[in-house]
């Protein structure tokens, strides 16, 4: 069973910083998926990784496969960007995904 | 671009009642579909998987006659809490995998149930 430790749980950031959430996990895997989940529960998928980096406007995402470790960053962060961003990884061939805990985020103006 | 509807957004329900929610994939077709449940500060926990057209696969430890699943078309899947207890309490949240050739396949999420049971 793969697992998924996510640091920090808790981060409070400073409109404008730079941000950075980390996942490791302990089992060779083919996708990983950064999450973002709103207060109201709702979940959006940011990105869905096999290798290198990803980048969508202000978020960044990388995967290190060989260290088993992805990284989400977040420049000129904001207070919308406040949420709980969760890590996900998987197998290609299957759609089942195991979650780490999340990554509280809260910006302040 | 896909989305993922799910209703209600939250119930609540008396102790013994049961309390059907509903997934639908709206402009894609999702063979399966997962439900998950997560408790407060913790990480989504699978439930089970929804197959259309055929029985769902359960998790370890979840009991398949108290969560019904049916998959009965290719856009919906539905979760039924049966006999519902207050520790059944939780957000249930479903979501469909959108198959894609490139740069592969996008997962989408429900907005999620919160299920407050009295």
């Known amino acids: 069973k793969n697992e998924v430790e996510q640091s920090p749980q808790n981060l409070t950031a400073q409109e404008g910083e730079f941000i950075t959430i980390n996942c490791s996990y302990s089992v060779g895997i083919s996708a990983l998926h950064w999450l973002q989940q709103h207060p109201g529960g709702g979940i959006v998928s940011l990105f869905m990784l096999s290798s290198g980096k990803k980048k969508h406007g202000r978020l960044i995402a990388t995967i290190n496969i060989q260290e088993k470790h992805s990284s989400l960053h977040i420049t000129a962060s904001h207070p919308r960007d406040s949420a709980v961003y969760i890590c996900?990884?998987?197998?290609?061939?299957?759609?089942?995904?195991?979650f780490g805990k999340g990554t509280k985020l809260s910006v302040i103006p | 671009g896909a989305v993922v509807s799910q209703h209600p957004s939250w119930v609540i329900c008396k102790s013994g009642t049961s309390v059907k929610i509903e997934c639908r994939s709206l402009d894609f077709q999702a063979t399966t579909m997962f439900w998950y449940r997560q408790f407060p500060k913790q990480s989504l926990m699978l439930m089970a998987t929804s197959n259309e057209g055929s029985k769902a696969t359960y998790e370890q430890g979840v009991e398949k006659d108290k969560f019904l699943i049916n998959h009965a078309s290719l856009t919906l899947s539905t979760l039924t809490v049966t006999s519902a207890h207050p520790e059944d309490s939780s957000f249930y949240i479903c979501s469909a995998t959108r198959l894609a050739t490139g740069s592969g396949n996008t997962i989408y999420f429900g907005e999620g149930s919160w299920l407050t049971v009295v």
């Open positions: 996900a990884v998987g197998w290609a061939g299957s759609y089942q995904l195991t």
